[in-house]
């Protein structure tokens, strides 16, 4: 096919990082077969929503987002919509009668079929729908087309989940946990540090359970290791990693080898044990207590990420004052909070005791301004010290900034660095003297 004649295919992912993987898959499956990838859906033949349907606000954000690229195939060139993702594995039926406007569905186990279920669509009239069993989990061989900055990349290590929380859908939705094998890792990070990538971002359902699936010489640690030894990897960062699974081995990994980033997400979601009972966590408040002043007394200048839901079935106001208490103790570096969705399909839906809208929203604004407090104190902390930066580029307020992030910030979800003295390239780590802060965001000059 003729350069001019190519097809024009347009990305829009939602959700979490581990979603973002499944699209960069797909667009590189495409991107192979001679189609044109694009940024702009009103150039696209071709659009694709790879959605999420975690808790209501991600399924209303892709419903939303169907909706409003719909209207390409009126007013551009777009003749085919394509959904794929965790919202038609959950609800291909009612997608299907409710959103005509779409021409495919692809679920979590398909989406290495794009290419495939494109052709088969040629020439045919009416939607077609692709929802097996989500069972996939891809290789090293198959393409995939990075769509974050050339500098940082995710590396999806696993896929599923085993955990079988009370009030979640993702074991529905992508399957019991499988562990990528450790090689086919290893391989898709050297291929992606020689195209310049120098942050991996490690990320799973859940990654401590790295490896339980495999041959006993397959562990988070001997991944680690193995990664912390590729040539041009500068910064590997941990996210996703569940509190009973963080060993004193991986700790003093964490401690004592400088490419590993001293930063752990540990979603923990509550610090109640009534509570923590009710979602089928399998740690406790005491366990949590101790992870947390372990890690602190190994690492001390660790930074520290968690999520919480407020607003579970049951919670009462002493469990609610108890997981403030414990955010005022802790003085997480990050903080995410969630107001419980109450998912069809999961235990805590039927669950007694639900807890109003109103309740949930305002105990999550109470949560959310305790830690906006206590995130300036820990920020306010750093002045004087110097930190790692990988720069970004310029600030979006005015190019007289450059703008980066420390090793002690994820990208995406936490806050920024702003550098407001020296120069370096963009992708470049420079050593930054932290001169001023804000409630989420750092502000420094480059030192030599």
């Known amino acids: ?59 209303q954000e892709s419903i939303d987002a169907i909706l409003d690229l719909a209207e390409r195939k009126h007013d551009s060139r777009c003749h085919t919509l394509i959904v794929s993702g965790c919202l038609p594995q959950r609800y291909q039926e009612e997608l299907a009668k409710e959103l005509p406007e779409v021409d495919i569905f692809i679920g979590t186990g398909d989406y290495p079929r794009i290419a495939e279920i494109l052709a088969e669509k040629t020439g045919t009239s009416g939607q077609l729908r692709y929802i097996g069993d989500p069972d996939f989990i891809y290789d090293e061989t198959l393409p995939r087309l990075n769509s974050s900055p050339s500098w940082f990349s995710y590396l999806k290590i696993g896929e599923g989940c085993s955990n079988c929380c009370s009030y979640c859908i993702i074991p529905q939705l992508r399957g019991a946990y499988r562990s990528r094998p450790l090689e086919a890792l290893v391989a898709e990070a050297e291929m992606l540090a020689l195209r310049g990538v120098k942050e991996l971002n490690i990320i799973s359902q859940d990654i401590t359970r790295y490896g339980s699936d495999l041959e006993e010489s397959s562990t988070l640690e001997t991944l680690l290791q193995r990664l912390a030894a590729i040539d041009g990897i500068k910064w590997i960062r941990l996210l996703y990693a569940y509190p009973d699974g963080i060993s004193d081995s991986l700790i003093e990994l964490i401690r004592d080898e400088p490419k590993i980033c001293k930063y752990l997400d540990i979603p923990l979601q509550h610090i109640s044990d009534p509570v923590l009972g009710r979602m089928k966590r399998r740690s406790n408040e005491q366990q949590i207590r101790e992870l947390i002043a372990k890690l602190r007394r190994e690492i001390p200048t660790i930074a520290l990420r968690t999520s919480l839901i407020v607003g579970f079935p049951g919670e009462t106001v002493e469990d609610f004052s108890a997981l403030m208490q414990f955010v005022e103790q802790s003085r997480f570096d990050r903080l995410g909070v969630f107001c419980y969705s109450r998912e069809e399909g999961t235990p805590a839906a039927s669950m007694p005791d639900q807890v109003s809208e109103r309740v949930k929203r305002e105990r999550y604004r109470k949560l959310m301004r305790a830690q906006a407090r206590l995130s300036f104190r820990r920020n306010r902390d750093l002045i004087g010290t110097t930190e790692q930066v990988i720069v970004e580029g310029y600030s979006e307020e005015t190019e007289l900034l450059l703008k980066g992030r420390s090793s002690r910030q994820a990208p995406d979800i936490d806050g920024q660095v702003y550098i407001n003295a020296g120069i370096a390239d963009v992708g470049e780590i420079v050593t930054l003297k932290i001169t001023d802060s804000s409630d989420y965001d750092l502000i420094g000059e480059i030192v030599d």
């Open 1 to 59: 096919m003729e350069a001019t004649q190519k097809q024009k295919v347009s990305m829009v992912s939602l959700g979490c990082p581990k979603n973002l993987v499944d699209a960069e898959v797909m667009l590189g499956i495409l991107a192979r077969q001679e189609y044109e990838i694009t940024t702009d859906e009103k150039e696209a033949d071709v659009i694709i929503v790879n959605t999420c349907s975690f808790i209501k606000e991600a399924k």
